[in-house]
């Protein structure tokens, strides 16, 4: 299954063709910074783990989780996903992205939470999504604003990262 995003990118599975590119795009302090588990330095072993997890979800009788962005080359670019933290029949969810460093600021994380919100609401059937985002990421802040998420507050110390505490804004989006 894909999702379209627009005429330029899509959404769908993260095969073991993607490893080689994973390393290639995901290996950058600043996406590692502005992730929970994604790690820095990205190596091979890691690209190499996460397909296999994306690949038990193939086998899973669940809806897909974690979804690719790619551009119309069909080459990965980012990713998105949800995480089923409220177990797999509860009436929400929380969603997490991260993009390639060389897309930032284009409106394809926009466009790409939009296209992926509205798949949650009309297939998944969700009724409400929630996007905790580390409080220095603005640019997460503005991308979610941009598609209808509010601002619920503010999570003092909600994240170790290595062994620091950080605050998280929680964003949130109710179906319409």
Known sequence: MAIKIDADYYLNRFVTNDEKRLVQIINNAQIAKNTLTIPHPYTQEDAK??????????????????????????????????????????????????????????????????AFSDYCFSE???????????????????????????????????YLKGKEFYDALLYAKVAP
């Open 49 to 114: 783990w996460w397909i296999q997890q994306c690949e038990l979800e193939t086998h899973s009788s669940q809806p897909q989780k974690s979804w690719a962005i790619r551009n119309k080359e069909g080459l990965v670019c980012g990713g998105i996903g949800r995480n089923v933290k409220y177990g797999p029949n509860s009436h929400k969810d929380e969603i997490g992205y991260w993009l390639m460093r060389g897309l930032w600021g284009k409106g394809v994380m926009t466009k790409t939470v939009g």
């Open 124 to 158: 998944l059937k969700l009724i409400r999504l929630e996007a905790p985002i580390f409080d220095f990421n603005i640019a997460s802040g503005r991308v979610l604003e941009k598609n209808g998420f509010l601002l619920e507050g503010r999570l003092a110390s909600a």
